[in-house]
């Protein structure tokens, strides 16, 4: 079982950076897959980025060449930078933890917000 909690969400204008952080516990992320999704008011979650375990990454169309997603196993959390932010970007971003045991776990979300 692995518990997430993600943070750094806020209110930013449009061309600003923000990075998230998504922190595990119960288990260790090492060479386990994580990922970011969005779920923007009014429509379905969706993807946004993942890593593999390897360090392999991928990312949506939407945010490719602005966001990056990165690791740090010895702190057991993941990141989300964020740059050149969009209003088209305002979310809930969840992070996500890809087969622990069979179970795939999600946080509760971090909000953020980009204004014009």
């Known amino acids: 079982q692995v518990q997430l909690v993600e943070s750094g969400g806020g209110l930013v204008q449009a061309g600003d950076s923000l990075r998230l952080s998504c922190a595990a516990s119960?288990?260790?992320?090492?060479?386990?897959?994580m990922g970011w999704y969005r779920q923007a008011p009014g429509k379905q979650r969706e993807f946004v980025a993942l890593m593999f375990g390897s360090g392999i990454a991928n990312s949506a169309d939407s945010v490719r060449g602005r966001f990056i997603i990165s690791r740090d196993d010895a702190k057991n959390t993941v990141y989300l930078q964020m740059n050149s932010l969009k209003p088209e970007d305002t979310a809930i971003y969840y992070c996500k933890a890809y087969n622990f045991g069979g179970t795939d776990y999600w946080g509760n979300g971090t909000t953020v917000t980009v204004s014009s």
């Open positions: 119960g288990s260790m992320i090492r060479s386990k897959t």
